[in-house]
């Protein structure tokens, strides 16, 4: 059974497998294999269970009339009823029926690996393990394996082609795999099927009325219960959606390319898991490795360059109205302009500088520039070797920017000199994207037929891996906008360091009464960032813009919520997108944002409320100080706060960044207070939230008493 | 303004007001007078506020057209609209129109005091006080104050009617305040206006749906803020039930005298506090110490003899059916009967033995003897004095009962030997009853007319203060079943130590399909418990009733659950109502009844959701011992912990009872595991609660490392 995973893993193994041995510290003796044949009657009958180490999570495996089924309960209590599983194929018959067993397989493993960077440092993978191997009585005998692992906080499974003689290359029609949640619940969703690249503020409705969804898709039923659903290890398949079919049955729904296959696979060849959390708060869904667990450990023999960081940069500017990406009299990617960001980034100890629009192609509509973008050639009044010294010079480095506009193949080709010159000048990360106008994603086949394609399809899934490998060749760290969703590759490609995929700050800069509402960023946590790091760009000081040229527009939270960002939305890579004057004439507030980690020994969620709140506290890695982040919706509220995760031994100097008590998101968004306390483990700090307000504090051990 | 507040305390103690000196620690030099007169434009219009000291509630006063109005705003969200106040008199002409504002003025207090017992030791008052005086234009220039006192956690305000020469005696036609919530809510609430003394389910339903309903009356928004309507020191007057108006608009709705009349008062004379406790997480409402707040000081010279305790007795088993009340052949209070359970309480560490049906009258249907009970003869089969040494000799105390039947007149007659044969013979409490039959509490005129009473009515809140009074005077504890609602007259008599007002332990003994449902206890603490203590006499450890003759009935908890009720409902008197023969099968979880303390340090709500479940940890008074206990309803729940309550410089024995894995309320309820484990502050414990289960943990302070 061992072998048939390690060939699995190697079939997944795009690069070499090259275990990153200062991170990954299996500890494969841990792994129990008992792979007896289960010859019970039921077994004979097709059904098999598996529970999770803690037994409160359990899932059932069947075959009704040769069709496989899944179903799985917590605490005796089914939360998915009976699911189909299984495929249609693009010109073959499905395999969706005349299903026999062929074997069982189980499996336990308790392994703890670390991560170069992360959330937390230790990460636990503890689970059970259910393999059975299929095989259809008719069709050449097809065989198709489904293997279900269940962890303390979630199940998954996945589906396994073997190489076999009758299957070899062939097209996923539909993925027939169902999700028939056992209640109604409230959900939180964006809408699947639709360019805008999961960047919209998230729906909440029951369960029985939402249509087609994005994952992470989580809902929690009246009494409690939050589930999450999601994929992990989308390397080479189309992402999957959720479509409503009968009142709270879902069911997965591929993201197509251009002529309508699902997904092209050759034998050996494995889907995505598909994931479900669960958790009986909130915030708990937050704690869950799972989706890491479930991705092959690193790729990359060394780690040691992938480095978090904070960065600056031109950036805002162009959203608010000031410059422009394109050249001309208001362009803000000019050499003087990014000393002035080098020089501000070198004072206030910021690791990086992005300049966007630094690159000949943005004149003109820029999303229609595909190809026109070069990713080598900056503007003349760019200096970009001159700038990389200066940065240098200063302990600085620049973010590169890679617009595509959509147009792939046009990237792809210089991809390899575009990686290499940001080796060249030290440029250790890029930040990618992909706003493509139009007809979707620009495909070009070999006999320049044009396609357009949908950024979540097995397509673009490709392209996004491809990128983070050439990347990660060049030392270069990735930050990708209008991304495909994270699943959890940054355990296998760790230089795919953070990305956009939501509606991030830009919308507050241009959206008019459409701008994120203050309840946006309570939503996010318990959604989008079930999945992974996001470069939300938090750190807006100007909060009703006025050193921009947007009127109309306003960042709908108070200055101490953008502070308190920093901790609530996990990102190696933070950036602070306000303009240097602002921050100087605020230095007492940027001061949270200069001594904010971004890099976390441990992670706690102490609480929250999907779209009301939440409170979340980590501890710096490699330090002892912890940070607290809490945020409010719209409603100011008080929130009596146990500090009971500070070290028990030690007190703390808290320094304080909240709302002032007449703080409002939309009438007095900047009034805030910094200010100091003595505080221990024992220590309940009234956190007060302004409406749309938040509050952020960093603790420093004192000195034993 | 302080000499108004004197006298009005002297008219409200009906017995000599005595200080308690060791319990009261009034910090008299922190209160701050300003009574300087507000000559505002806004105040000669009649509108006046008062904020919190935090600045998060505030309260608005004014006057429309002569007619006083208040509103109420949390964080500048309205929480309560603008809501009438006011009276209709009886044949008088009506005190809610035609006002002028006489003076007003202002006062703030923050003084801590102790409490005897209770939850916590040490109770902080800290609140902003707005006092307006009104005049009638007309109707001879009758006068009414009305005071608020807002407080971080929740506002209140009374109505005092001064001496006045054209106001002396008075009757009131119905109280006209008015609670017009701001916005809908999910609502928690046992029906007002039906004889059964609170002894409901708690009915959920949108605020919008209710009728008419008793207080603690809790609700919550669907953007989670929790409000709880109640009042404060019912001291001479009927008891306030909120009927629904339009929509979410309450009034309140006073229970009448049988002649209608709702209150029969005499200038000076005041009403009971109107409450509005206010919280961001349900948990937050259970902190609040407003209530006692708001009652007066303790009125006892010497509280030491108040002792807080644990019992058990002969009661359980009239319950389920192994014996009877009355007299003959399976009599329970038999002098055998009750020296087994005597030695059972000295074997393991009881305080106090209950003995229900000692006295003569209980034959026949013994709800209809109200007039046949004895207060002082006991049954010949019963050897009281004996008994009572033979307790003595064991170090343990007989525990008193008076079953009324609502016989008030012929119970009060014998008040005076009843409390003082208890006084000489060592009991300690008694526990009274008042099962009425048929026509509601029998009350008697002088010339022998009888009339039916509301449990809830002014007539019967004169009377079970009279009895705490009473028994106070003979050193007696009052726990009263079939009660008027606590209004936290604990603060000022504290010798009336705990009250059923609730569906108990007693409904899962006779009600089959109708028992306390799962959930019931989980919403209790958001509902009930906010009044005072309950005793609700958990620790049933044979679920199924299997020692007694109720094939159809039992207990829908799991066993672990049953102990965790001891911490989860506080009382300082706390029962334990099984048989000695089934708690010594199970001594290993008797060892958390005998442990688990009944007074408390300092009391926290760790987590918890109204209907759902709660987490609370409690420290024991005078001691380093922390207690936690934990419940759900019917959904099984797994709820990680950080126990950040405990001492921050100490490790403790955590020594856990909680459900087996496979546990469950109906089908496996009495499967517990009892283990130890080291823990401290940073510990994170995961309480995993079977269906209907729940978790109890004792933690004790190990040495020093």
């Known amino acids: 059974m061992l072998r048939i995973r390690l060939a699995v893993v190697a079939t997944l193994a795009l690069v070499a497998a090259a275990p990153c041995v200062a991170a990954e510290n299996v500890a494969a003796e841990s792994v129990a294999a008992s792979a007896a044949a289960d010859k019970t009657a039921e077994a004979q009958a097709g059904t098999h269970a598996v529970a999770s180490p803690d037994g409160v999570l359990r899932v059932e495996f069947s075959l009704v009339d040769g069709a496989p089924r899944y179903s799985a309960s917590r605490m005796g209590a089914e939360i998915i009823g009976p699911s189909r599983m299984g495929f249609k194929l693009v010109d073959a018959p499905a395999m969706d029926a005349g299903f026999v067993v062929e074997s069982v397989q189980r499996n336990s493993a308790d392994t703890t690996w670390t991560q170069p960077w992360g959330e937390v440092r230790q990460v636990r993978d503890h689970h059970n393990e259910l393999r059975i191997a299929l095989r259809q009585k008719d069709h050449r005998a097809r065989r198709l394996v489904v293997v279900f692992r269940v962890f303390n906080d979630g199940l998954a499974f996945r589906y396994e082609f073997p190489k076999q003689p009758n299957l070899g290359e062939f097209n996923i029609a539909d993925e027939l795999t169902e999700f028939a949640f056992a209640s109604e619940a409230q959900c939180w969703w ?18 029985s009325e939402a249509g087609k969804v994005q994952t992470p898709f989580t809902l929690q039923t009246a009494d409690g219960l939050c589930l999450s659903v999601h994929e992990a290890a989308l390397t080479d398949y189309s992402s999957m959606a ?43 869904l937050l704690a869950s490795t799972m989706i890491l667990n479930l991705n092959e450990p690193c790729q990359l023999e060394d780690t040691s360059w992938i480095k978090p960081g904070k960065y600056v940069g031109v950036w805002w500017e162009m959203h608010v109205g000031r410059s422009t990406w394109g050249s001309g009299e208001k362009h803000g990617a000019t050499t003087e302009n990014t000393k002035r960001f080098i020089d501000f980034a070198a004072k206030y100890g910021f690791d990086g500088v992005l300049v966007e629009g630094w690159n000949v192609g943005w004149d003109g509509n820029w999303m229609e520039n595909g190809e026109k973008f070069s990713f080598t050639q900056p503007y003349p009044d760019f200096d970009l070797e001159g700038l990389a010294a200066y940065a240098a010079e200063r302990g600085v480095t620049l973010v590169g920017h890679h617009e595509t506009a959509g147009a792939i193949a046009h990237y792809e080709a210089q991809l390899d000199d575009a990686m290499r010159l940001y080796n060249r000048l030290g440029v250790k990360a890029v930040k990618t994207g992909y706003v493509e106008f139009a007809d979707g994603i620009d495909r070009i086949d070999a006999d320049g037929t044009r396609h357009g394609e949908w950024h979540h399809g097995q397509f673009m899934v490709r392209h996004y891996r491809r990128v983070a490998q050439k990347a990660a060749e060049n030392r270069v760290m990735v930050i990708a906008h209008e991304p495909i969703k994270d699943t959890g590759i940054r355990r296998t490609l760790p230089n795919f360091i953070s990305r956009e995929g939501a509606r991030g700050q830009e919308y507050n800069a241009w959206s008019g009464d459409g701008r994120n509402p203050p309840s946006h960023t309570t939503v996010l946590p318990f959604t989008r960032m079930l999945s992974g790091p996001i470069d939300f760009t938090p750190g807006v000081f100007d909060l009703k813009l006025n050193s921009g040229d947007r009127p109309n527009d306003q960042v709908s939270t108070t200055l101490a919520k953008q502070l308190a960002l920093y901790v609530v939305l996990y990102s190696p890579m933070q950036m602070a997108v306000d303009f240097p004057e602002v921050y100087e004439q605020k230095l007492d507030a940027l001061q949270f944002i200069r001594d904010v980690a971004v890099d976390w020994e441990e992670s706690r969620v102490l609480d929250g409320q999907i779209g009301d709140y939440i409170v979340v506290a980590r501890r710096q890695r490699g330090g002892g ?30 320094e304080i960044y909240r709302d002032a008590n007449d703080a409002h998101w939309d009438t007095n968004p900047e009034a805030y207070v910094v200010e100091e306390q003595t505080v221990d483990a024992n220590t309940v700090l009234t956190l007060r939230l302004a409406p749309g307000g938040g509050q952020a504090i960093r603790f420093t051990p004192l000195p034993p008493e």
């Open 190 to 207: 964006v809408p699947a099927f639709d360019q805008n690249r999961y960047e919209y503020v998230y729906n909440q409705t029951p369960l």
């Open 625 to 654: 100080d912890w940070f607290l982040g809490a945020i409010t919706d719209e409603h100011g509220r008080v929130l009596p706060t146990l500090l009971g995760f500070l070290d028990r031994g030690r007190r703390y100097k808290a």
């Open 242 to 284: 959720l479509t409503r079919g009968e009142g709270t049955k879902y069911g997965a729904e591929l993201y197509p390319w251009s002529d309508g296959t699902k997904v092209r696979a050759a034998t050996p060849f494995v889907s995505p898991w598909r994931t479900v959390q669960a958790a009986d708060r909130p915030g708990d």
